[in-house]
């Protein structure tokens, strides 16, 4: 007969630390009898709070063997959770304790409905539905709760101890044959210098930091709850397009509200207490700043190897990449310092004066042969360029010359794509993203369209850095001791479209190659270049800087 502890009272004699949890978690809404432990999340906004959550596990004491189902629940920023221990007759038992109690705060509160086209819960009138959150990691619970990691969605080819074809890997790298596999990495592939090494190391810690920081139980969300809020978001921006730009509507809209629920229910992140609809809301506004952190949280879900210690895995492989720290006394070292600080017309007064602390190169494997055949596409087209960009070197010393030619005719040039620090990682591994489906909306921050954004002034890209004063970022996302970074990037621009005005593209006017944000003519103030196609740009070097 299950028995029912006081409220924030352990068994006799017990503390935290003696239980023990186990797996699997639940992933899927209404989906409780054969898992052990759960997390879950219920957005509202009734001007009061934020997120609330509710935690429910079967435990084990440690020394007694007895069985219990453990529940945890409190708000976001509460000094502290209240919990409850129900004690069992035996695990089957608990496990049907624990499933009625997360059924009665889950399915039996909701009603199923289609948002974003995803089958997901909605709440009845006068109730609050938590919905199931898929963490790979959890903060909250017990402390052995923590030892649950299971990363649903997970690919294998961006987890090393995943069996070809799973779905899901485990990332406690506990294995035998996950330790061969991690010692096999070490000596695979190139050896880091010391400069790459340390900094990849800085990125990964912090990203894994700043997605912890992130979110209101310090977990990182799963691959597939990743996959879902994109999905949420491409779906928001097509509501967009009949909503309109008016924030007024957006806000009032039911189906955008829907959406921002089911966000928040699934990847629990921060939101300030008493904060204004127009903060949180899936607005043009916020989409953009989603898509950034998205792409971060993504980053930390598969740089754990640096929380589990592994130092000695090679990140280089880890990343696909060949990259080396550049010399500023080398003669590229040279070439770039002297050109990159001088690559602007200065419209940015805010922003100062630009001080390199460090380059590196950054080649991509997946990338080998793309741009060459996106730049030959363009050359059989025989382009009539009458637009190039600014502030390009007098020569690309650093191209072979066999290769010139093709630059020249293909419109190629050296562009720059600031990010959050935080981001820099996830564009080495995955290279900047496309969304799978092109929506034609304008959202803050990417006035014409879907697309992958370069400047030809780096003060326009600085904007999109972690530079405390940056214009987009106001700093967020740093990295601890480090600068801010930029890449700069070999794009195919062949001939370009001048956009008369902010427009939501999906691709370039027939014709032509690219999208032409032209300062004084497209209503903004520094040149944008936006390709639709990810082969007609590549990632050539990455710079640390600061202002001053």
């Known amino acids: 007969m299950a028995t029912k502890l006081a409220r924030d009272t352990y068994p006799d004699q017990s503390a935290s630390a003696d239980f023990q949890c186990f797996g699997p978690p639940a992933t899927k809404d209404g989906d409780f009898e054969a898992v052990k432990i759960c997390d879950l999340g219920c957005f509202t906004q009734d001007g009061k709070d934020t997120n609330k959550y509710y935690h429910a596990a079967v435990v084990q004491h440690r ?14 920023g509460a000094a502290k959770p209240s919990f409850q221990f129900t004690e069992c007759g035996s695990e089957l038992e608990a496990q049907r304790v624990f499933a009625s109690q997360v059924h009665s705060k889950n399915d039996s509160r909701g009603e199923w409905v289609t948002v974003a086209g995803i089958r997901t819960l909605r709440a009845r009138a006068g109730q609050d539905c938590y919905l199931v959150r898929p963490m790979a990691t959890r903060s909250t619970g017990l402390p052995d709760a923590r030892s649950i990691k299971i990363n649903e969605g997970a690919r294998a080819d961006k987890v090393k101890n995943s069996e070809p074809g799973s779905d899901s890997a485990d990332l406690s790298n506990q294995s035998e044959k996950g330790e061969k596999k991690a010692a096999t990495a070490k000596k695979k592939g190139p050896v880091a210098d010391p400069q790459t090494l340390k900094l990849l190391r800085d990125l990964s810690v912090a990203t894994i930091a700043y997605t912890r920081g992130s979110m209101a139980d310090s977990s990182l969300p799963t691959q597939a709850a990743i996959d879902e809020a994109r999905q949420i978001l491409n779906e928001a921006q097509k509501r967009l397009t009949k909503v309109g730009d008016d924030v007024k509507k957006q806000l009032k809209d039911k189906s955008l509200m829907e959406m921002t629920s089911l966000m928040y229910g699934r ?21 953009l700043v ?3 952190d998205l792409d971060a949280f993504e980053s930390a879900l598969y740089a754990t190897d640096i929380e589990q210690g592994q130092t000695e895995v090679n990140p280089l492989e880890e990343l696909r990449l060949d ?3 550049i010399s500023p006394t080398s003669t590229l070292g040279k070439n770039l310092i002297t050109w990159w600080p001088k690559a602007t017309a200065n419209r940015h007064s805010y922003i100062k004066d630009m001080k390199i602390l460090n380059l590196w190169r950054v080649q991509r494997h997946d990338d080998a042969g793309r741009l060459e055949a996106a730049q030959e596409k363009i050359v059989q087209a025989k382009p009539v360029i009458q637009e190039r960009a600014l502030f390009q070197m007098k020569s690309r010393k650093d191209v072979a010359k066999a290769d010139v030619k093709r630059f020249e005719a293909s419109n190629t040039a050296l562009l720059f794509h600031g990010t959050r620090s935080v981001n820099v990682r996830g564009i080495m591994k995955e290279a900047l993203r496309m969304p799978k489906e092109l929506v034609g909306v304008v959202i803050t921050g990417a006035m014409f369209g879907p697309g992958l954004y370069f400047a030809d002034d780096w003060k326009k890209s600085a904007g999109y850095t972690s530079l405390n004063n940056s214009y987009w970022s106001r700093g967020s996302g740093a990295v601890s001791g480090r600068g801010a970074f930029m890449f700069a990037m070999d ?3 062949g001939r370009p479209f001048v956009a008369p005005q902010a427009h939501g593209y999906v691709g370039p006017p027939d014709g032509h190659h690219s999208v032409f944000g032209k300062a004084e003519v497209s209503g903004v103030q520094n040149n944008e270049y936006i390709v639709f196609d990810p082969a007609q740009q590549r990632i050539r070097y990455l710079a640390e800087f600061e202002v001053n």
């Not at 020394?63 to 976001?76: C, L, M, Q, V």
Request: aromatic fraction near 18%; glycine fraction near 2%; hydrophobic fraction near 45%.
């Open 323 to 325: 990259m080396e720290w």
């Open 63 to 76: 020394t007694s063997k007895k069985w219990f189902a453990y529940f945890e629940w409190g708000r976001t």
């Open 290 to 292: 989603w898509q950034n």
């Open 491 to 493: 794009v195919a621009i």
């Open 267 to 287: 990847i629990p992140k921060k939101k300030q207490l008493r904060a204004a609809p127009e903060e949180w809301l899936l607005s043009k506004d916020n989409i």
